[in-house]
């Protein structure tokens, strides 16, 4: 079985891992090959290097690195060398780098510098994290340079800043009018990303940002037709439970750009390609009764949508799995 996945971070993430370890444990489907497109669209440049958050919390959570309280970064991490920037006065601070996830930022740039794709770089690093032994293979959507930028309100009028500081820096409490992915439209797909999807068995949408995450993946030209024309059932889980993100500010990315912050709004926003769709109960009752988003096959999942632990994503993941075998028949 050939699985292909769209992926952001954290979310996305810890239900990879969760689905990696449902196909594991079934004799059927243990041997099924997971290809997953990771948003690159949060890049961006930190002390003079190359930092991809998504990929990398990819690569900490599914290598079995990552600092689980937090959700990213590496376990066991200290900060002394951001705090030498600190004393020295070197800015910003307001995102945080570990010793050793600087280790991993350092081999990206060097490798960058030494001319290999990020295609290339990612294949590396997944190998350092025995992706391949697991099998996974973790593509960047593309190897084409894409930035989201965010433009906010200031007092002196509309200001453009990087998705992260407003993200991470304001926690997304500045008032945002639009979101610009710089480089979109003139990235093409990675190696690879268009073959994964047309060529898969089943595709899954982990509950990730459907703005700034899937969304911009969906903006790499020629993904989204992919999409449109994949044999392949697609199935998403909503990142939304009861007008409310799983995790971080999604609600406030779909008030920017005018969708309702309820699991049927991130529905619609896939409808044109979607086949399955996963809610939390608590979102059962809210259905539409017409429209492109009533003709998808929804179900609703029997426990939360959150995923408080690894058997918890584990369930969910298997869950999204079978809705996506019964509708391939």
Excluded: K
């Excluded at 480089?183 to 982990?206: K, Y």
């Amino acid at each position: 079985m050939r699985i292909t996945a769209l992926a952001g971070g954290i979310g996305g993430a810890r239900f990879l891992r969760g689905l990696r370890a449902a196909l594991d444990a079934d004799p059927v489907l243990a041997q099924s090959e997971l290809t997953i497109v990771a948003n690159t669209g949060d890049d961006i440049t930190l002390f003079g290097l190359r930092v991809s958050p998504d990929v990398d919390t990819l690569l900490y959570t599914l290598g079995g690195g990552i600092d689980e309280a937090q959700g990213w970064g590496r376990a066991d991490d200290s900060r002394r060398v951001q705090g030498e920037l600190a004393a020295y006065g070197v800015q910003p601070q307001w995102f945080g780098l570990g010793d050793l996830d600087i280790g991993t930022h350092i081999a990206r740039s060097l490798w960058l510098g030494e001319g290999l794709t990020p295609s290339q770089i990612t294949e590396r690093l997944a190998t350092r994290w025995g992706l391949p032994e697991q099998r996974i293979r973790l593509l960047p959507m593309s190897d084409s340079p894409v930035e989201t930028h965010v433009i906010v309100e200031r007092d002196g009028g509309p200001e453009a800043i990087h998705f992260q500081q407003w993200w991470v820096g304001e926690l997304a409490q500045t008032p945002a009018q639009r979101f610009v992915a710089v480089g979109l439209e003139r990235a093409a797909p990675a190696p690879g990303v268009l073959e994964a999807i047309r060529e898969a068995d089943l595709i899954l949408l982990p509950p990730s940002n459907p703005v700034v995450s899937i969304g911009i993946i969906l903006g790499v030209p020629g993904v989204r037709d992919a999409l449109r024309g994949a044999v392949a059932p697609v199935v998403g889980v909503s990142p939304i439970i009861s007008g409310r993100p799983v995790r971080g500010h999604a609600d406030t990315c779909l008030h920017v750009i005018g969708v309702e912050s309820t699991a049927w709004g991130v529905a619609g926003l896939y409808a044109d390609f979607l086949d399955g769709w996963l809610v939390d109960p608590a979102d059962a009752a809210g259905a539409p009764a017409g429209g492109p988003v009533a003709a998808l096959t929804s179900r609703v999942y029997d426990g939360p949508l959150l995923m408080s632990d690894r058997p918890g994503a584990g369930r969910l993941a298997r869950a999204a799995l079978d809705l996506a075998l019964e509708l391939r028949g």
